[in-house]
């Protein structure tokens, strides 16, 4: 077993302890699911009353109580009728709904419970777990004992509302979240990471910082202010310095589609619930809430030859998903957004060497903005267009453009688009933690359901095969991974304001002026503090504003034609000429420091 597998049976096995330690508390208290969650665990369950931060101290403390009397995690096998009888008899309600549906349904019925751990290998018999007096309907594993747990390694820490089986016409249940590790040390270095993350919260800073802001009256859409629309314009023109070089052509194609291509691409089937409807003049339309149909359609257009392709096309018009007001955060979940989205009709034999042309863009790109990232591969899900030996195919294709990058990478079983597998890169920020970004897939399906064609070097017609990538994924959600990584304090070339000018006097202002249209013409963006507060508040203000450079002039700065030189870190680099401090920051941008 790994440490990571250990560590998850610890979760689970306090998953269980926990739901014990409410029953104890509440003994009318009806359990749904409690699955391992990233950094810990949740259960669900319905009470007669919601829980308050004291109930919570209660049930910790009654935890620790439990792992240190040294309980025992034992595993029985029962006929699905007699797991009937004993949890009906308990009057777990959840529990028996749960037994019913596997014994009528099946293991295909585990995913929708959102615990995997439940159900055994058969549908007509079933595993418990019984610990102390609390019996649960549970696969496992589970640790042997309490005894390997250290008591101070996890801490209960909110409940929040959520829905039985997630469907709003049924009970609402509370769900109790915990965090766990393996010592008491990495449990209070995650609570550092937390407050830390708190701290580079995007949607504060974006407020602070005047880049975002978003109203009910359009809920899911950024509304972005200047300093942040500057932002988003230096990662879109950043994206297509970088693309178009590598043989990238960009399009625009339209907002909204009837549903008759939807259906022809199976997003009316798979992503309906996702998708704007629209109805006009008797038809039904919907906006695009990806760009690949459109990109059939132009590619479509035109005739192509073999010698033509790879074709590649680059797009970064708005999309919309009806992602529903729940799971609204910030700018990483949101309605309106665009991609940096690209779609690759290639040759069946320049697939190995597309897909390692994007691993190297993917490499370069995150390295500019100092991001590390890991590798996993997605594989075919269990609803999927086309047939087994071809997703086999595509997969085993992937899997050899990814050994010849000499890139490592993890198999995420399941997780593939359904037309087809995909490589998804994670990348890891200043504090640690990893954000799903870029992805490549590969598409055997849409090709076939569009018609897609070239002709090859026989003269006859061929299908190509599309790859769908992206790398920063959408802009909204890469800013906001690039507010926390930076804390808002952005590299030079990314800075939507990149110096303040402070001048000393009233007096000044005319000098000010000059060294703004001179700092203009060299191509930098810089604004005039004329307010009137201090110098010294002039400065904090702008650090406060994480401004790289403060340039404050007085007398002897316009007689020398300079200005004098402070960061935002505090550090005062004196006194330098204006082509001198133009040269020091052109030289940063071009470094992307």
Known sequence: MSKNQALDTKRHSLAHLMAASIQEMFPEAKFGVGPVVEDGFFYDVHLSRPLTPEDLEKIEKRMREKVKQGLSFDRSELPMDDALRTFGGMQQNFKVELLNDLRTRG???VAEFGDASLAGGSVSEVSVYRTGTFT???????VPTTKGIDPESFKLTRVSGAYWRGN???EQMQRVYGVAFDTKKELEEYFVRVDEAKKRDHRKLGRELGLFTFHQLAPGAAFWLPKGTTLYNILSSYMRE??????????????VYNKAWWERSGHWKHYRSNMFLIESEGEMMSMKPMNCPGHFLAYSSEIHSYRELPVRFHEQTPL??????GVLSGLTRVRQFSQDDAHCFVTQDQIGEEVGRLIGLIQRIYGDFGLSFSVKLSTRPDEFLGEVATWDHAEAQLKTALEKAGMPYTVNEKDGAFYGPKIDCDITDAIGRNWQCGTIQLDYQQPENFD?????????????VVIHRAIMGSFERFIAILIEHFAGAFPVWLAPVQAAIIPIADRHADYCNKVREVLYAAGMRVFIDSSGERMQAKIRNAQLQKIPYMLVAGDREAENNAVSVRLRSGEDLKSKSLDEFIGMVKEAVAARK
Do not use: I, M, W
């Open 168 to 170: 709003q016409e049924r």
């Open 452 to 464: 897609l064609k070239y002709t090859g070097a026989d003269n006859l017609e061929h299908r190509p």
């Open 107 to 109: 293991t295909t019925a």
């Open 136 to 142: 649960d309907l549970c696969r496992g594993p589970h």
């Open 320 to 325: 919309h998903r009806n992602e529903t007001s």
């Open 242 to 255: 970088v693309l178009f070089p590598a043989g990238y052509v960009e399009v625009k194609t339209p907002l």
